[in-house]
């Protein structure tokens, strides 16, 4: 059964405190790992898309790796602004339409 | 550009009683999904569809209908609403398979 796990599940940080959140998952052929940011009250908003073990992708403050078996989340020198809960999801190979399963999120918290 | 827009935001629904979460998107994309979002759960998949006339079931569809008559809109119908529908509703949709899947803003039910 297809299945994604992160931790921890929440994060507090003093700003400028680099980190890592972890995304661990089990999927019969992987098609694709996905990374949003979700903010209280608010849809996710999709940040990055990780296709094959030995890809990395950045943007800005994060940076998103991928392995056969987990994704990492970095996050260099947070700011307060980077608060929020990082949810992953990962597409199989199982489905032929886009459903994602997903994580229950990490709750990061970055203190000026 | 709207992206997805659903309505209502917030709704207080009493047993028993029956009522359709709206969705549109204006990005025209093929895919469209319905998720829900409960305290320190993953999304969990309710419907999608792969295109206007066509739909299917997710994990938890139970209680819930959906139709799919243009690209643009995917209504979310409740019939007999029961408290363990109270939860976070999200639509999304994406162009074609393996493309990211777009969120909207959220609608909340509680169903007293």
């Known amino acids: 059964e297809d299945q994604v796990t992160q931790s921890p599940e929440a994060l507090r940080l003093q700003e400028g405190e680099s980190s890592s959140l972890n995304c661990s998952y089990t999927v019969s052929g992987l098609r694709g790992l996905f990374w949003y940011r979700q903010d209280p009250g608010k849809g996710p908003e999709f940040l990055f898309t990780l296709y094959s073990a030995g890809e990395e992708k950045e943007k800005e403050r994060l940076k998103a790796t991928l392995t056969k078996k987990e994704s990492f989340l970095h996050i260099t020198a947070p700011k307060p602004e980077d608060s929020a809960t990082y949810l992953c999801?990962?597409?199989?190979?199982?489905?032929?339409?886009?459903?994602?399963?997903f994580g229950t999120g990490t709750r990061l918290q970055v203190f000026p | 550009n709207a992206g997805v827009t659903q309505t209502p935001k917030f709704r207080i629904l009493k047993i028993g009683q029956s009522m359709t979460l709206q969705c549109a998107q204006d990005?025209?994309?093929?895919?469209m999904y319905w998720y829900r979002q409960d305290p320190g759960m993953g999304l969990k998949l309710i419907y999608y569809s792969v295109g206007a006339g066509i739909t299917d079931k997710g994990e938890v569809p139970n209680g819930y209908n959906v139709s799919r008559s243009t690209t643009e809109d995917f209504p979310l119908r409740l019939e007999l609403a029961a408290p363990s529908q109270t939860s976070v509703y999200f639509c999304?949709?994406?162009?074609?398979?393996?493309?990211?899947?777009?969120f909207g803003e959220g609608s909340w039910l509680t169903v007293v």
């Open positions: 999801a990962v597409q199989g190979a199982k489905y032929n339409t886009d459903k994602l399963i």
């Open positions: 990005m025209n994309h093929n895919y």
């Open positions: 999304a949709c994406s162009g074609t398979s393996g493309n990211t899947i777009y």
